[in-house]
């Protein structure tokens, strides 16, 4: 399993590494002005509804399901996969064509204060090129959840880089060939939104072909061979994954909650988009990471009655989460301005910008570890088919959200869009935690684990004084254009800080670790 956890990590890290390149480059040509609202509003409606329907639902459902016929002999797990691609393609081919042609109803349910300038129109012609990509990423994530159950970590997680490359190619190849966008008015970032919102599709293509091909290439055949037919596996998964879509339509309605909030406040959207560009890159590298691999592993614990390893698993797994989460949120939290202006102050993205942005993510970092804890404890519940409790927690964290954002976002502006989703996050975690605890012994956290969680808080908060202090003292550096040097001793200092003393403290052991990495 923490082979699997480093495999997935790996690569979601150079994706991130690679994502902060494309918002750098995002902000420098298109700031946060019209064209980048309309982007980051066009880009997160397949976005949110790829977390909805592929991540979300048909995944949490999916997966348990073909991991538990894998361990059974006699099932034809790939007869299934197949089934669930032919219903997968058909059901979001309307739902693309119907998103299309409603776009404008769309984009005023993620953003109405954009309904009365010209960042309406503007994302409603971005919104409709994007949206295919919608079909074409929940096809990849579908295909990706049939090679994670096999334990097949590489191509699923290298898949998401894809994505950042063609951003990247496609801004790079606009700046150095401004006329590759033929527009009437050549206003920059008109030209570089068009030619990203086009790349959308075309990064979604590039990930199923590499998913698709690595799946063949495994020996399995999911071209469906027939127009999908309403069996018995496939009722049993729209059984189990109708209260996981209904849990995964509230996340979505708790962003478009503050997606709503934000759009009243000039530059808000952007500011909030590259915050969780940064707090999303330890969210990506441990969360998802523990998401693909815990799923199968505990489904096939589950039908196998290994009460032993379930615990285990789930031991390691929270560990594992706290170990690198923990730091990233103290890190964000302590030096959130240096970070942001070193990433993205340049350009269009200015020093009031980097005040905002700074706000937003520290906001964010108080729910880390909340939104990676989430990832631990839910396929607790996924692994044993049910999908309807986290629901009902789901349902909560929503009220939470709602209250605290519109709330207090008169009293504190912007910045109450980030604080309901982080209030709502340890909710939520609160929740499913108190429901984990019924399941008995099977699901509570073993010696070792309650041993380590506490020094790894405390190895944290003295990392932050490290890289406090130590960005004090590297201030002449920031003014002499040192910057980039700047932060690469800070974040050097602050690994070495870390990790010198969770081995000190016992919250880790460095040989475990390096014994992990030569497994990876």
């Not at 012609?125 to 090679?147: E, K, M, Q």
């Not at 990247?168 to 919102?197: E, H, N, R």
Request: one cysteine or more.
């Amino acid at each position: 399993m923490i082979k699997g956890f480093l495999t997935v990590s790996g690569w979601t890290l150079l994706s991130r590494v690679l994502g902060f390149v494309r918002d750098i480059l995002i902000a420098r040509f298109l700031g946060t002005g019209a064209a980048a609202e309309a982007f980051f509003v066009a880009f997160s409606l397949p976005n949110m509804f790829r977390r909805f329907f592929a991540e979300g639902a048909f995944n949490m459902a999916f997966v348990p399901l073909y991991a538990k016929k894998l361990e059974d002999a006699s099932e034809d797990a790939d007869a299934f996969a197949r089934d669930a691609v032919a219903l997968m393609v058909v059901v979001l081919t309307v739902f693309t064509v119907l998103g299309i042609l409603f776009m404008p109803a769309l984009v005023f349910a993620m953003a109405s204060g954009f309904a009365d300038d010209g960042r309406f129109s503007l994302a409603v012609s971005y919104g409709r090129i994007a949206f295919p990509y919608i079909l074409l990423i929940s096809l990849a994530a579908l295909v990706s959840g049939v090679l994670n159950a096999n334990r097949r970590f590489l191509a699923a997680a290298a898949a998401p880089a894809l994505l950042n490359i063609a951003f990247i190619s496609a801004l790079l190849l606009v700046w150095a060939f401004p006329g590759l966008v033929p527009m009437a008015t050549p206003v920059p970032s008109l030209i570089y939104g068009q030619a990203l919102v086009w790349t959308v599709p075309l990064g979604g293509a590039l990930q199923l072909g590499l998913v698709w091909w690595a799946a063949r290439r495994a020996g399995h055949r999911l071209m469906p061979r027939h127009l999908p037919r309403l069996t018995p596996d496939l009722k049993r998964l729209a059984i189990i994954a109708a209260p996981a879509a209904l849990a995964g339509g509230v996340v979505q309605v708790n962003l478009l909650v503050g997606r709503q909030v934000a759009s009243y406040f000039d530059g808000a959207v952007a500011w909030l988009s590259y915050a969780d560009r940064l707090y999303q890159l330890p969210l990506g590298v441990v969360g998802i990471a523990i998401g693909v691999v815990l799923l199968p592993d505990l489904s096939r614990r589950v039908r196998a009655e290994d009460r032993e390893g379930q615990r285990h698993a789930l031991s390691r797994a929270t560990e594992f989460a706290l170990l690198l989460t923990i730091p990233a949120a103290v890190a964000l939290l302590v030096v959130p301005g240096t970070l942001v202006s070193v990433l993205f102050e340049r350009g269009a993205f200015d020093a009031d910008d980097t005040a905002s942005t700074a706000v937003a993510l520290m906001v964010y970092a108080l729910g880390l570890p909340a939104f990676v804890l989430q990832k631990v404890l839910q396929p607790v519940f996924f692994a044993r088919e049910d999908t309807r409790t986290p629901l009902k927690y789901a349902l909560v964290s929503l009220a939470v959200n709602a209250a605290v954002a519109i709330g207090l976002a008169p009293v504190i502006g912007f910045a109450a869009a980030a604080l309901g989703t982080t209030v709502a996050s340890w909710a939520m975690v609160l929740l499913l935690w108190l429901g984990v605890r019924r399941m008995g012994e099977v699901a509570r956290l073993d010696d070792r684990a309650r041993r380590r969680v506490w020094r790894i808080f405390v190895a944290a908060a003295g990392m932050g004084v490290v890289i406090w202090v130590t960005n004090i003292v590297l201030t002449p550096l920031f003014g002499l254009g040192l910057s980039v040097l700047a932060v690469a001793i800070l974040v050097g200092l602050g690994i070495l800080s870390y990790f010198g003393l969770c081995q000190m403290i016992g919250a880790v052991r460095l040989a475990e670790l390096r014994a992990a990495l030569r497994r990876g």
